[in-house]
């Protein structure tokens, strides 16, 4: 059985840093794609960042260019998330999901993790 879990988030103060992890356990097919995602209330899931695990290309949203990286650490089953200069609209539920291909569509990921809060807030 395939299961990711999400850790790492919490409450920020607008600018400061989450380093968001995902840990993927029961996982045997490849080559794959990690990816994050969240929903705020109110709207629709956004695809933020995904990495492949064969050549470890990776995408960014353009919410994300510029103030986060994704990397992958094998050796543990997971991939993390560095999120800086964060801001009152990073505030969201974050979800990890592996798929089979690098893209940033939530309808082509297999599994999901459960979420995890992020909340801006001064």
């Known amino acids: 059985q395939v299961q990711l879990v999400e850790s790492g988030g919490g409450l920020v103060q607008p600018g400061g840093s989450l380093r968001l992890s995902c840990t993927i356990s029961g996982f045997t097919w490849g080559p794959y794609a990690i990816a994050w995602f969240r929903q705020a209330p109110g709207k629709e899931r956004e695809g933020l960042s995904c990495?492949?695990?064969?050549?470890?290309?990776?995408y960014y949203a353009e919410s994300m260019k510029g103030r986060s990286t994704i990397s992958e650490e094998k050796a543990k089953n997971t991939v993390y998330l560095q999120m800086n200069n964060l801001n009152f609209d990073d505030t969201a539920v974050y979800y990890c999901?592996?798929?089979?291909?690098?893209?940033?569509?939530?309808?082509?990921?297999?599994?999901w993790g459960r979420g995890i809060q992020v909340t801006v807030s001064s």
């Open positions: 990495i492949s695990s064969s050549d470890e290309r990776t």
């Open positions: 999901a592996i798929g089979g291909g690098l893209t940033p569509r939530s309808d082509l990921y297999d599994h």
